[in-house]
């Protein structure tokens, strides 16, 4: 069984794409081999920043051969008197088989000739050549160009390709490019061409070369590391995983350099100096025994080695200059102090309809305000005067050079300012210190992982600064498509929904983002606004869509218990996740599995009443012809509505969730013994109207005919 | 380490090295553009040249103003005006990149003793509206070069496309001679005295000087009236431009005209604009809700001007290739008709 080598040799991919690229280009890979009739036992894939290479071993030489029998005329009408008919003459011909070698079938219509046709499978190379370009060529880019002609588009230009199969060259063509057996080697460290034997080989001969497979190049830079840290007692590499991924893709043959800086920058905020390293340099930053940070960094080389010290020097020097840059902005910056940027940002805009970032301080504020008072009234405590002055001081390090230069440092920067600054006179240290944290963690949390504002003024803070923007956007009409979300939307919702769920918070978002739609009031960015109704529906859509994300993806609920409870309500964050943890306590109880049913069946009912225009009594009640289990049921809906209520008003949803699991023997004796839809128009409507109120009294907590009872699959 | 000894390359030098090593690449050696440009690539050597199918190979050294960066000279790493080694190869060969680390070599870098990564960076310039993909050219940490394969310019997508080399003289002559401040950076050496010309020699009263004006002094009253009017007078052109166009397609004649419109002042116009915009930038009279509308108008002006120099382009080729054959000339098509340009 062959193997099959196919590399793309391309000019430097850019590191955030070459994972999935190479991904993508497996799988297109794997689905051609199978599709084809070829797979082979293993596929791998070998990627550096200058080629994305597949590895599929023991394919196919050729698609197996086809065996058919092709069934021709009736016997009757193929020969007469023992003799062949233009008929026969015609079929022979068009299967291409002999007269003589044509055969007779029974068929339910009788005896036929027919012929046995052998199609001959292609071969594997055959195949590659015609459909590989097509694979290539449709690999998504996030950002993709043209370079010969515009139709022809790869993510950078395609300079070689290596297509073999054992030792054979597949004779493929891509954007001008004809595959070859010849690759290259390391861009410095290699200067020939490579050539290659065979995919077999194909690694080795890239090793020789100074080319390492991905694995290899984390493994040598994680050793690396530990290394280069090693001679420095006590010291430890700052683990960072985003950083690893991106240098492991920026290097073929990596190796690391420690490097030092003037101990007096360590004089500067932390989270300034591991940015500037970080993001600007892509350096790994070192920390003591205590994690402080200590002036070394490390960088990852693409080459083998600085056995002149050169690198590290270089290195060394730009860091310097970065660092005097960021000293010098923060010396810069507290010339004019935070107060005094408020007025600043008047001419700094938030969105081009939407206004300044003045006006957004005004917004937050307020709305900020309104949130505090609903959480005060559930009892939970606020510090006062720390959220106002937050909240009007939050955005002003937009206008500090230090913000400027290192835009990721927004919000960080405002809340090491505030700690370093006065603020006015008479604020208590501590009080001003709370301003500074709720600053500095307003943006929180950036991502799914990142942790929530460390103070509930933080939380409340974060709250109102996403809720304004998100209103502002939606009523702009300025919907989170596909994967089109310029600002972000989805992120800062699902960040308002793990703030208030953190922080037990009794917030309904529809509330919230009334709230801040009605901050935008007689702006004049309210000209440009869609009307209410269609914008309180895309939140209403939009929320509910984040808190299945969070419910499903970050609390880990099965999908149908998430997709239950919010049918049940999507509003109110904490009170939808105690739903949730209920029903999955209760969920392994058959009664559960039953009232499901019956759920999804009273729900059918009603729908095809509706449909053909039968209404329900506008309420239940006890008839002469009322069956005896109708009335069984009713009278147990009756005694157990209010407890029920009872229940779930003090959000002891298990409790209630157990009482209503006794409904389920007058339900089943209900649907055993009557018929609903009755002859007699008047118990009909009224068991109508007894379903609808059984539903609707099972409904309060979760949706139960979502719940899926055979056979539960696991989302994630 | 003495790497800030004599051996190392002069300010001057590098230039000199640089465009030695284009020239023997086939580039024309043109010198920088004389009305002030925020960019290299805002040099009609790019620019325009880039429109259209004609190839071409060009380096230049471009100094290139932004108000805005002026820092009076105090701060040793900004420059309000600093100088870049611009290359345009079009259409770019497949060793583009080859070429460009060897002239890293040719320049005194031993790639082997170094640390050269392609970092991807996409250029983009919204006032141009052009934009490609690319890399940043990191040297031991350092960005020393961007190289971009440009995709549109002036709106128009680009066939063939260029590759534009855009060199950091300072930051490179700051390496090279591992100093810390580029007014430090030895710009030319007697070489019979050996005594050295700095940068800060050279060009230090430049940026003390244009920092106070840009940042204070500019009369913002009157930048706004220069900006009106050269605007007005680029517009004026243009819409000449265009209704020449459309006599030409009413087919009285005079296709002479359109040859000869003056496309490249029109152009010189809006350099003045966008200059002028970065001064009252920096100087701090471009209020929010101006300045969007403001790079509009300059926008507007420059693809404007890409769509009339690529029509005129096109109309020359088509000309020249027709000569020969008077007779076919009846016979071509009509001109592809071209849109109200300036709009």
């Known amino acids: 069984m062959p193997d099959f080598l196919l590399e793309i040799g391309c000019e430097e991919i850019p590191a955030r794409m070459i994972d999935a690229a190479s991904a993508e280009l497996r799988e297109r890979i794997a689905t051609l081999l199978k599709r084809e009739r070829l797979a082979g036992a293993e596929i791998r894939t070998f990627e550096t920043p200058r080629r994305l290479a597949i590895l599929a071993e023991g394919i196919a030489s050729a698609q197996p051969d086809i065996t058919e029998q092709l069934t021709g005329p009736a016997v009757t009408v193929a020969y007469k008197d023992g003799q062949p008919t233009p008929a026969a003459h015609g079929f022979a011909k068009k299967t291409g088989v002999e007269i003589a070698q044509l055969e007779i079938v029974s068929t339910p219509k009788g005896d036929c000739i027919s012929a046995r046709v052998t199609k001959k499978g292609r071969s594997a190379s055959e195949i590659l050549a015609e459909s590989l370009p097509r694979e290539i060529a449709t690999i998504y880019w996030p950002k993709n160009m043209y370079w010969r002609k515009p139709t022809e588009r790869f993510v950078r230009p395609v300079r070689w390709l290596v297509a073999l199969i054992d030792g054979e060259v597949v004779p493929l063509e891509f954007d001008g490019i004809h595959a070859g057996n010849s690759s290259r080697g390391h861009r410095i460290l290699s200067h020939a061409n490579v050539s290659i034997r065979s995919g077999s080989t194909y690694v080795g001969a890239l090793r020789d070369a100074k080319v390492l497979g991905r694995a290899e190049r984390e493994h040598r830079i994680r050793k690396a590391l530990d290394a280069a840290t090693r001679t420095i007692p006590g010291a430890r590499w700052r683990e960072d995983k985003a950083l690893l991924e991106t240098v492991v893709n920026l ?11 003037d101990a007096q920058f360590l004089s500067l905020p932390e989270e300034v100096l591991v940015t500037v390293m970080r993001d600007h340099q892509k350096y790994f930053a070192v920390d003591d025994a205590n994690g402080k940070l200590l002036p070394h960094f490390l960088a990852v080389l693409n ?21 005097n840059d960021a000293r010098f902005f923060w010396q810069t910056d507290q010339k004019i102090s935070l107060l005094d940027r408020l007025d600043l940002l008047r001419h700094v805009t938030f969105q081009k309809d939407l206004g300044t970032y003045f006006e957004k301080t005004k917004r937050v504020q307020r709305l900020c305000s309104w949130v505090s008072e609903i959480i005060k009234q559930h009892g939970q405590s606020i510090r006062p005067g720390v959220i106002h002055k937050a909240g009007a001081l939050a955005k002003t390090d937009l206008t500090t050079e230090l913000v400027k230069e290192f835009t990721e440092l927004q919000g960080i920067v405002g809340g090491l300012y505030a700690r370093a600054q006065e603020l006015d006179s008479g604020v208590p240290e501590a009080t001003r210190f709370a301003i500074a944290d709720a600053i500095y963690d307003h943006y929180k949390p950036e991502s799914t992982e990142d942790d929530v504002p460390r103070s509930l003024e933080g939380a409340v803070l974060s709250i109102g600064d996403k809720a304004d923007t998100i209103a502002g956007m939606f009523a702009l009409g300025l919907v989170p498509s596909g994967s089109k979300d310029p600002f972000a939307l989805r992120r800062q919702a699902n960040g308002i929904v793990k703030v208030i769920d953190k922080y037990n918070l009794p917030l309904r978002l529809h509330e919230l983002m009334r709230d801040a739609r009605a901050g935008y009031q007689r702006s004049p960015a309210e000209r440009k606004f869609v009307d209410d109704d269609k914008f309180s529906y895309s939140v209403k859509t939009f929320f509910r869509e984040r808190l299945e994300f969070y419910l499903k993806d970050v609390r880990g609920y099965p999908y149908d218990v998430v997709n239950a409870v919010l049918s049940a309500g999507a509003d109110d964050v904490v009170d939808s996740i105690a739903r949730a943890e209920a029903l999955r306590q209760v969920l392994h109880m058959p009664e559960f599995a039953a009232i499901g049913a019956a759920c999804k069946r009273i729900r059918n009912i009603l729908r095809q009443a509706e449909e053909k225009g039968i209404e329900p009594a506008k309420e239940f009640e006890s008839l002469p012809q009322s069956a005896p289990e109708e009335k069984d049921l009713a009278a147990c809906i009756e005694t157990n509505a209010p407890l029920v209520e009872a229940l779930r008003k003090k959000r002891d949803y298990a409790g209630a969730l157990r009482l209503l699991a006794t409904t389920r023997g007058p339900v089943d004796a209900f649907f055993d013994k009557v018929m609903v839809m009755a002859e007699d128009a008047g118990v009909r409507a009224n068991r109508l109207a007894l379903l609808r109120t059984l539903l609707k009294e099972f409904s309060t907590i979760a949706d139960f005919s979502e719940i899926v009872t055979e056979a539960k699959t696991q989302t994630n | ?161 260029s590759a534009e080399l855009t060199y950091g003289l300072e930051r490179i002559a700051a390496f090279l001679q591992d100093v810390d401040s580029i007014y430090d950076i030895v710009w030319a050496r007697d070489p019979e ?138 016979h071509s098509p009509p001109q592809e008709k071209l849109a109200p340009v300036g709009t």
């Not at chain 2, 553009?33 to 009609?44: L, N, Q, R, S």
């Not at chain 2, 693809?303 to 080729?317: F, P, S």
């Not at chain 2, 088509?318 to 007779?327: G, L, N, R």
Request: negative net charge; glycine residues 8%.
């Open chain 1, 251 to 261: 290097t073929e043959y990596p190796s690391v350099v420690l490097g030092s800086f």
């Open chain 2, 193 to 330: 005295t050996g005594n050295a010309v700095k940068y800060g020699d050279v060009r230090l009263a430049d940026e003390q000087q244009f920092s106070v004006y840009n940042f204070e002094a500019a009369d913002v009253e009157k930048t706004w009236k220069h900006f009106d009017l050269y605007e007005a007078e680029c517009k004026a052109l243009l819409e000449g431009y265009a209704s020449s166009v459309r006599e030409k397609s009413a087919g009285d004649g005079k296709a002479h005209e359109t040859s000869r419109f003056p496309v490249l002042a029109a152009y010189d116009l809006c350099l003045k604009c966008s200059h002028l915009f970065n001064i009252l930038d920096a100087r701090g009279a471009i209020s929010v809700t101006e300045r969007v509308g403001v790079i509009a108008r300059v926008r507007a002006l420059a693809v404007g001007i890409a769509k009339a120099w690529a029509d005129q382009q096109r109309t020359e080729i088509a000309e020249a290739s027709d000569e020969p054959e008077p007779v076919r000339h009846k």
């Open chain 2, 1 to 161: 380490m003495n790497r800030a000894s004599t051996k190392s390359l002069t300010f001057q030098e590098l230039v000199l090295r640089l465009q030695a090593f284009w020239a023997d690449r086939g580039c024309v050696l043109q010198q920088p553009y004389d009305v002030e440009v925020g960019a290299g690539t805002m040099a009609p050597e790019t620019f325009l040249r880039v429109l259209g199918p004609r190839p071409y190979k060009v380096a230049y050294v471009q100094p290139s103003r932004r108000p805005a960066d002026g820092r009076y000279g105090e701060n040793p790493n900004r420059l309000f005006k600093h100088m870049q080694l611009q290359v345009i190869l079009k259409p770019p060969p497949e060793n583009v990149q080859e070429l460009y680390l060897q002239s890293l070599e040719a320049i005194g870098i031993d790639l082997r003793a170094h640390d050269v990564k392609f970092e991807e960076d996409n250029w983009e310039a919204p006032t141009l509206s052009a934009w490609g993909v690319g890399w940043q050219v990191m040297l031991d940490g350092l960005e020393i070069t961007q190289f971009t394969y440009f995709q549109q310019c002036g709106g128009i997508d680009l066939f063939p496309i």
């Open chain 1, 303 to 323: 080459t083998d080695g600085d056995p002149q010290g050169l690198i590290r020097h270089g290195n060394e020097r730009v860091l310097r200059a970065r660092f």
